[in-house]
């Protein structure tokens, strides 16, 4: 009776073998299927972008991650399909915890979304001088979660990307050479030719300062107390923005100073009309009183 139980037994397993080999076999050749479809495919996708102008990072993430994952994903669930588990419940489950997971990362899915926006827009690049709020450095690395910049400061700054999509961004690289305003202001009694010809000769042969274009200086406002102008200079590199901008304010200063040429500061002049004389009289007397003090 035993050897009896022991046989049907075995038989019952070998007909479970039976049964499940094929399904087996089957789901290791989905999967296979699957990886030599991503082999074959793989690099003609990355050509294709590639040739649209799609940044390389993003052609990574693209076909080598997302790409992918896709493709293992449907693998793995055609393979379960064929050694019978429930793929439907599966899926159901991982929806739901999928939509919970997205109401608790709304920040960073919208990080992810203007960082591809960037990608596709491509507003700036890798090695870029750009200005993003208060913030302006070289953009050291793009993610499509964040921005990284390294300022002049040689400080490290990680901008999120939804906030430099929702900001505006000023890109000093895109077009090559960049102008420099720096803001000079002289007294109203000042003869402006003469300020401007001393402001120019001060930045002819200055590091940094291109002479094509040629630096001009303009009059930008006529302000309460000083006649506000503008010493225009142009540089060729962007990364030189700063330092051209303060080697040209010191260099202003000692040309106006050295022409003679007032440079003032903020101050409220006050005009008196029709005083009663009993006024001026009593503003004497006190003065009388505080010199015998």
Known sequence: MANLLQYLDAREALDGAATFAPRLVAAVLILLAFWVFFRVTRRGIRLALGRSGVHEYLVRLLVDDIYRVVLLVFAIVMAAEQLGFNVGAALTGLGIAGVALGFAAQDSIANVIAGFLIFIDKPFEVGDWVSVSENYGRVTEIT??????????????????????????????????????????????????????????????????????????????????????????????????????????????????TAGIQIPYHHLQLFLEDVDERVWGKMAGLQAEGGRQ
Request: aromatic share 6%.
């Open 144 to 257: 499509l979660r964040s921005t990284r910049i390294r300022t002049p400061k040689n400080t490290f700054v990680v901008i999120p990307n939804k906030q430099i999509i929702d900001q505006v961004l000023v890109n000093h690289t895109k077009n090559g050479r960049t102008r420099v305003d720096v803001p000079v202001g002289i007294a109203y009694k000042e003869y402006i030719p003469q300020a401007r010809a001393a402001l120019l000769e001060a930045v002819r042969d200055l590091e940094g300062v291109s002479k094509e274009p040629a630096p001009d200086v303009v009059v930008g406002a006529l302000g309460s107390s000083s006649v506000d102008m503008k010493l225009r200079v142009w540089v060729e590199d962007p990364s030189h923005e700063q330092p051209v901008f303060f080697a040209v304010m010191e260099a202003s200063k000692l040309a106006l100073d």
